[in-house]
């Protein structure tokens, strides 16, 4: 990722209907929600958030797919990462003591469920 990628996509989150969206996308990963039902979760006119979705979806942060006649969203899981990555890449001047508490906070969500056997 470089500086005017990573522009794009923070500038994408730094409005809170966008950032509230994202939000509710990451948390509804992997099924996605439809355009309609997002509108209605976060409270706006469809219209208004057909606009966000496309400030989004620009910026890397989410994906669209038609299921017969809706459109769901999904959070780009791989776009947060990349972004994630591009701002943490040079973290603490590589003092891994430093970075080991940021690290620690991220682990716990996004740990892998253990497989039964």
Known sequence: MDNITAIAALGALAQTTRLETFRLLVRHEPNG????????????????????????????????ER?????????????????????LKDCCGGSTELCAPLIAELTPCCAPEAKLS
């Open 33 to 64: 929600i439809p355009a309609g039902e997002l509108a209605r979760l976060i409270d706006v006119p469809q219209n208004t958030m057909s606009a966000h979705l496309a400030t989004l979806s620009r910026a890397g942060l989410v994906t669209s």
């Open 67 to 87: 299921q017969s006649r809706s459109i769901i969203y999904r959070a780009d899981l791989n776009g947060l990462r990349e972004l994630t990555l591009f701002l």
